[in-house]
């Protein structure tokens, strides 16, 4: 029986018939323009294009942004005459839309005042807007799960109407968002409690003064829903007037506490802390602060003409009848201003030691005005404020 011939003995011995390196890439450069000229030879369909998706009905779409549009508003945050620089804005567009069909899309806006540092201050620029919409989504998940007998229907195939979707209204909505909003600030305050902005650990004895009050706005078509922690304040004004959201923090519950308030360049929680409602600290403090948040929600009406929201180093100095005047004026004028301009979100114009976000002139302008009317009047800490408009109320 005569044996197959080896392929291998039909390469001759001085290797010109081998496969080199050079004759493969060729090879291979080759089979591929041969199947780019294959593919591009078949005619292709009308919808062929890889970016093409299939039409999705409408009442799988949320809710479009025109609704409940993103308000104009004006931002500034400065160190002032303060050594150091611990205030932190945040402006977060359309941070969360609690339903897929006919929900409110909310508005984040928020003012974070740092003690003994900017760590938990900038922490809460980080985390805050997130562990909202987390918990926002959870609140609402529940309550699905519940309605329809502890089993979910949340997909998107889910027919019901924006009619039907707002009939989960009123106090109901309001309990839900407040349930949100208490367990918001308690995970931050967990967060700041282990954790600096860069997410190191930081000494034990550091954590005495590691701090921030923390002032949260949110905006929908229908209300503004503010939640406070801290010595910074939120005011609406409405027809002219300032209407208070939250009453001031209250030093008399640290003595029903059984805290000490020692007057220390002013009343101070053991001399340390001038506010009895804080995220992050010591044991020592915690024991009579709170890191829970004063929360308000508010209808908006015809009237309303702009939210003010500012650290303590506005109301220190600035009282709510004088900065209302102040941003109503600037509204009805529409002043122009030479600031340069940023859009929505948190890309902020570096000025020094500013933090500046001036989407418009009129409102702009207002937040200028109390910056600076704030520091002619002698104010010694960061300065920080937002002024944003609610005259254009959204439909629906």
Known sequence: MKRPTNLLSRISSDGSDSDTPEKCRSRRRRRIHMRR????SVPRLPYSSPHFHPPIPQHWLPTPSSENPMPEF???????LAESMDDVVSVKEEFFRPDIVGG?????????DGHGGSHVSKLCKKLMHKFMAEELTRV??????????????CSLTDTKTKQEN????GAEWEDLVRVAIQKSFKRMDQAALSTCALGCQPESMDLVFLGSAALVALVSGDRVVVANCGDSRAVLCRDGRPVPLLPDDKLERI???????IHQNGVRVYGILNMSRSLGGDNLLKRVTTSQPEISITERQGGDECLILASDGIWDVISDDLACRVASACLREGSAATAPRSRYGDRPIKDGGAQVLFPSKSHDAAA???CRLALARGSHDNISVIVV???RKAKG
Do not use: P, W
């Open 166 to 169: 707002e009939e989960v209204g």
């Open 368 to 370: 200028a005005i109390l």
């Open 37 to 40: 000229m294959r593919i591009a």
């Open 140 to 153: 609402q998940i529940s309550k699905a799960t519940a309605a329809n007998g502890g089993g979910c229907n």
């Open 255 to 261: 003595r029903a506490a059984g805290g000490k308030l």
């Open 389 to 391: 408009d609610l005259r």
């Open 74 to 80: 004006g931002c500034i945050s400065i160190q002032g």
């Open 104 to 112: 409110r899309t909310l508005h984040f806006f928020s003012v974070y």
